[in-house]
C-alpha cells in the first residue's frame, strides 16, 4: 500500500480533498481534534459550484436528495420590508450554470462526505486526535498529536480551520482578523413558522449594521435562520451560546417581519466572524492548506464551504498531474486556487458593507443592486 496523505481536520474541506485524493486511488489518514466527527446543527447554501464539485465526486445524487432547491433569491429592505432585489434560481439559471443553487443542512453535507470517504476503503479517520505539530524531511512528513500518536504519510493538508495550527508553521501570520460581526444561527421545525413566513427562498433582510436570512432546509422540514450584527463587545466565540436580549436589542428598529422570525428562537448559537486578507502562497514542501485554513472568508457571499470543497477536488487533480512531485503540484494548487479564493474573501468584505448599510449608503445599496440578474450576480 502507497504511503498515505495525512489531512489534519475532518471539516467539510477535510473530507473533500480525503474523499477525492481517495477517488483517485491515493490512501488518507484524517486526523480530528473532534471526539466524535460532525457538523454544527445550522444550513449553508451551496452555490452550483460546490455542487458541481459534489458531482465530481460522485456524490450527485446524494446532495440532490438532501437539498432544498429554492426558486429565488430574494434582498429585501430589513427596515421598510420593501424588496430590493430579485434573483429567480429556477431552470434558467441551472442552464446558465449547469447546476442549481441548493440550500442544505451542514450536518447532511457533511455526513454525505463522510460517509462516502468510508466507504472507499481509503480513508481512515482517526477522531480525538489534534495535531499539535509535524515535521517535513523532504520524504515524508510525520504528525505528532496532543494525545500522544504519531502519524507518517507522504504529505500534509492541513483542513485545519481558521485558527489553523498547520498554518501557524507554514506562514506564521498570527491570529485571523476579529470582524466585529457577530452571527446568530438557529434551525427549527417548520410548524413553528406561520404560514405566511414560510418562502421557497433564501431572503435576506438587509438592515443597518445588521440583517436576518432566512430559508427552509431538508426537504422543508426545517426553518433556517442566521442573523448578523455588529458589536465590538466579543472578540472571541465560536459556536457559543448566543444571548437572546442582545439580538432583540441589535434588531430593535427592524420591520415586524424580522421581529417575529427573531422571536420564534428560544436558543441561539453564536459565531464572532474572522476572516484573513487573502494571500499568494500557502504551501511548503510537502505541506499545504486549504478551505479555511488558507482563505477564511466572512460568510456574506456563501462561498467558505464551496471554496473548501473545490481546492480538495483540484488539489487531487494537481497532485495526479504532477508525476509524484508534491511540491510542484501544491504549488500548481495553490497558484490555481489563490486569485479565486481571494476575490471571495475581498468580495465578501464588501458585500458586508451593503448588506448593513444605513442612510445614504443603504439607498446606494438598493440603487445599485435593484434589477441584477443572475448572472451579473453570479458570475
Ligand atoms: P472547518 O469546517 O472549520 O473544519 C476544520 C476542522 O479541523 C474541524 O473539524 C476542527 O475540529 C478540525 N481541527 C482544528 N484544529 C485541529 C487540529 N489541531 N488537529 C486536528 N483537527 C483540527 N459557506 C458556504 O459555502 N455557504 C454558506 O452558506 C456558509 N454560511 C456560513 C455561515 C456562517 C455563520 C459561517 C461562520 C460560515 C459560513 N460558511 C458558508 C463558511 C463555511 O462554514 C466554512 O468556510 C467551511 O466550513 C470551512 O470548512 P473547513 O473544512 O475549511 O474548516
Known amino acids: 500500500m502507497k504511503s498515505p496523505f495525512l489531512v489534519a481536520g475532518a471539516g467539510i474541506g477535510g473530507l473533500a480533498a480525503a474523499l477525492a485524493l481517495a477517488r483517485k486511488g491515493i490512501p488518507v489518514d484524517v486526523i480530528e481534534q ?26 450527485r445524487d446524494a446532495v440532490n436528495h438532501l437539498a432544498v432547491f429554492p426558486d429565488d433569491l430574494i434582498l429585501m429592505d430589513g427596515v421598510s ?44 479517520v482517526h477522531a480525538g486526535q489534534s495535531l499539535e505539530r509535524f515535521e517535513d524531511d523532504g520524504e515524508r512528513v510525520i504528525v505528532a498529536t496532543r494525545e500522544g500518536q504519531r502519524y507518517e504519510g507522504q504529505a500534509l493538508i ?26 446568530y444561527r438557529a434551525v427549527l421545525p417548520i410548524e413553528k413558522v406561520p404560514e405566511q413566513y ?11 449594521k445588521n440583517h436576518l436570512v432566512q430559508y427552509p432546509l431538508r426537504g422543508g422540514e426545517l426553518f433556517n435562520l442566521v442573523a448578523v450584527f455588529h458589536s465590538d463587545r466579543y472578540d472571541e466565540g465560536w459556536d457559543a451560546e448566543g444571548e437572546r436580549e442582545e439580538l432583540f436589542k441589535r434588531f430593535a428598529n427592524n420591520c415586524e417581519t424580522v421581529k417575529t422570525l427573531l422571536g420564534k428562537i428560544d436558543t441561539w448559537r453564536m459565531w464572532v466572524l474572522c476572516d484573513r486578507d487573502p494571500i499568494e502562497k500557502w504551501s511548503d514542501g510537502r505541506v499545504t492548506l486549504l478551505g479555511d485554513a488558507a482563505h477564511p472568508m466572512l460568510q456574506y457571499l456563501a462561498q467558505g464551504a464551496c471554496m473548501a470543497i473545490e481546492d480538495g477536488v483540484i488539489l487531487a487533480d494537481m497532485v495526479m498531474s504532477s508525476g509524484g512531485d508534491l511540491p510542484s503540484a ?4 495553490q497558484e490555481a486556487r489563490h486569485l479565486r479564493a481571494g476575490r471571495c474573501q475581498v468580495t465578501a468584505r464588501l458585500y458586508g458593507e451593503f448588506y448593513h448599510a444605513d442612510g445614504v449608503k443603504a439607498k446606494l445599496r438598493t440603487q445599485m443592486l435593484s434589477g441584477r440578474t443572475a448572472e451579473q450576480a453570479y458570475e
Open 158 to 183: 492541513g483542513a485545519d480551520g481558521l485558527w489553523s495550527k498547520v498554518r501557524q508553521a507554514v506562514i506564521g501570520d498570527g491570529k485571523p482578523r476579529v470582524s466585529g460581526h457577530i452571527a
Open 34 to 59: 473532534a471526539a466524535e466527527i460532525k457538523e454544527v446543527g445550522a444550513g449553508i447554501q451551496f452555490g452550483p459550484n460546490g455542487f458541481r464539485m459534489m458531482d465530481r465526486l460522485g456524490l
Open 198 to 208: 414560510r418562502k421557497n427562498a433564501m431572503i435576506l433582510w438587509a438592515g443597518p
Open 330 to 333: 501544491f504549488n500548481n494548487y
Open 81 to 124: 420590508a420593501e424588496e430590493i432585489t430579485r434573483i429567480h434560481v429556477g431552470q434558467a439559471f441551472r442552464d446558465k450554470f449547469g447546476y442549481p443553487y441548493a440550500l442544505i443542512h451542514r450536518a447532511d453535507l457533511h455526513s454525505v462526505l463522510l460517509k462516502a470517504a468510508e466507504e472507499s476503503g481509503l480513508v481512515r
